[in-house]
T-cell receptor, first 116, second 113 residues
Framework: DTGVSQDPRHKITKRGQNVTFRCDPISEHNRLYWYRQTLGQGPEFLTY????????KSRLLSDRFSAERPKGSFSTLEIQRTEQGDSAMYLC??????????????FGAGSRLTVL | AQKVTQAQTEISVVEKEDVTLDCVYETRDTTYYLFWYKQPPSGELVFLIR??????QNEISGRYSWNFQKSTSSFNFTITASQVVDSAVYFC??????????FGAGTRLFVKA
């Protein structure tokens, strides 16, 4: 397995446009997370999926943000009507369901969004 | 509320020096997990260690060691004989109930040759 994959790695868009990021987790991992990281800060939790069910969403996830994991495999994070404040690194992570490794996150390389 | 504080924003050392990265956490839960992750210049966060709240044993892994003290709510990370490859941002993190891991703001470590 090649780890957690994210695409695209970089996205530059104009304010008001929609963008979509994709995450392919480690295949055996049932849990999938999205985080956002801005310059000089640690990752901030956005949302969590267990298989295809979205079980937790942060208040940071405004109505313009939507995430899906339709078949319990890959996930997409869409941002509608982007704003300059959305500029950040969007990180995807996954973890297994069992208790032993359930809390350890394996991160992807991230998708960097720049909104002009 | 849960919180992780890494008071050191940046640390600069010369190769072979020892360096300690501080982490203080806040939680009212009695069961929780603490973590350290490393984010090298390439950007991908890498897991280093996990401790649960019932295991205060310190741990050593090669040049890395961790000191967990519940009495002071601290989980400090020491790198012995630092190397240039240790240059990265290091994050301390906390997970209690639920699915959210809370990260500190990170400490950027520069190791100069």
């Amino acid at each position: 397995d090649t780890g957690v994959s994210q695409d695209p790695r970089h996205k530059i868009t104009k304010r008001g446009q929609n963008v979509t990021f994709r995450c392919d987790p480690i295949s055996e991992h049932n849990r999938l997370y999205w985080y956002r990281q801005t310059l000089g800060q640690g990752p901030e939790f956005l949302t969590y999926f267990q298989n295809e069910a979205q079980l937790e969403k942060s208040r940071l996830l405004s109505d313009r943000f939507s995430a899906e994991r339709p078949k319990g495999s890959f996930s997409t994070l869409e941002i509608q009507r982007t704003e300059q404040g959305d500029s950040a690194m969007y990180l995807c992570a996954s973890s297994p369901l069992g208790t032993s490794g359930a809390n350890v996150l394996t991160f992807g390389a991230g998708s960097r969004l720049t909104v002009l | 509320a849960q919180k992780v504080t890494q008071a050191q924003t940046e640390i600069s050392v010369v190769e072979k020096e020892d360096v300690t990265l501080d982490c203080v956490y806040e939680t009212r839960d009695t069961t929780y997990y603490l973590f350290w992750y490393k984010q090298p210049p390439s950007g991908e966060l890498v897991f280093l260690i996990r401790r649960n709240s019932f295991d205060e044993q310190n741990e050593i892994s090669g040049r890395y060691s961790w000191n967990f003290q519940k009495s002071t709510s601290s989980f400090n990370f020491t790198i012995t004989a630092s190397q240039v490859v240790d240059s990265a941002v290091y994050f301390c993190a906390l997970r209690t109930g639920g699915f959210k891991t809370i990260f500190g703001a990170g400490t950027r470590l520069f190791v100069k040759a």
